[in-house]
């Protein structure tokens, strides 16, 4: 089996999974009078999320795939170990989405029946949406790292600064939401302040970080390399990189005030998963056109 075949088959299985349950499971208790709608209202609701998640997993792992079939292109080529690690990086990028989203569908089915099971399976769906792209950033920094010694390129001092400002203000405010309120810490995270911000708050922050050099370093590696379309293919990947590395971020500050969005009407709470949706779609859109092109240049 191909490996576009094996990812299609796993695409299919997981968007079976989620549609399934989404249409399926009972909404939680309460939800249908909080916003004023029916059970029927609420469906039609659902099946646009599910037509969105699709398109945007579908362009997720099709950057994958494409990304894979490039690699073999260039396995043998002086930059073709460095796309090995950010391919892998871009997998457990693609593959996070649906994995984290049929997790916390499912469990949160499980609390609805075990109430007791609340607090540890809040704290168990945290790790995953962590884990997943936390280790595909570290790989794709990995990768990024090597293609920046293929171009003996030094990061200028005033670069280095910019990413170390930008990762504090982004890791303080985070820090801040967290911490502000302790009842929010109880019902969203259930941790305790030091055990959110060692086990959750930093290794997300570490992320940001190694991440936001990852992309300066792929972007500066298209400065170094001949050819305008391939620079501007490597440019397009470096911002569907960036572009995900700001929806995490964005995911992560929006958990934080999770108990306020619950206190917004439908359309609002709507209109702000619409905007997260398109944007989650532009940066995988972004990476399957980078890779797309870069397929293309190899095959000629």
Known sequence: MSTKSKVLFSYGILLALYTVGTLLIPPPDGTLQRYHITLAQMRMLDLTI??????????????????????????????????????????LLAYWLPI???????????????????????????????????????????????????????????????????TIVIGITYAHLIVSTENRLNSTYHMKPITMLVTLAFPYIYMWGIGLLAVYEINHYRLKVPGV?????????????????????????????????????????????????????????LIAMGVRTLKKIEEV
């Not at 499912?106 to 609340?118: D, I, K």
Request: net charge positive; aromatic share 12%; proline share 2%.
């Open 50 to 91: 599910i037509v969105l998640y699709a398109g945007i997993w579908l362009c997720a792992l099709y950057g994958f795939y494409t990304l894979v079939d490039y690699l073999k292109l260039i396995r043998k080529n002086k930059d073709g170990k460095a796309l090995a690690k950010i391919s892998i990086g871009i997998g």
């Open 229 to 285: 379309v391939y620079r501007r293919s490597w440019r397009t990947l470096a911002m569907g990189l960036g572009a995900i590395i700001t929806v995490t971020i964005l995911l992560q500050y929006l958990v934080t005030i999770s108990e306020k969005l619950t206190r917004l009407s439908l359309n609002w709470i709507l209109i702000i998963v619409y905007i997260l949706l398109i944007f989650m779609a532009v940066s995988y859109v």
């Open 100 to 166: 984290s989203s049929n997790f916390s569908l499912y469990t949160n089915w499980l609390v609805e029946m075990h109430p007791s099971l609340t607090a540890p399976v809040g704290v168990l769906q945290n790790y995953v949406m962590l884990a997943i792209p936390l280790a595909g950033f570290i790989f794709i920094s990995i990768g990024a790292r090597k293609l920046g010694d293929l171009t003996k390129m030094r990061i200028s001092l005033r670069d280095v600064n910019l990413l170390i400002i930008s």
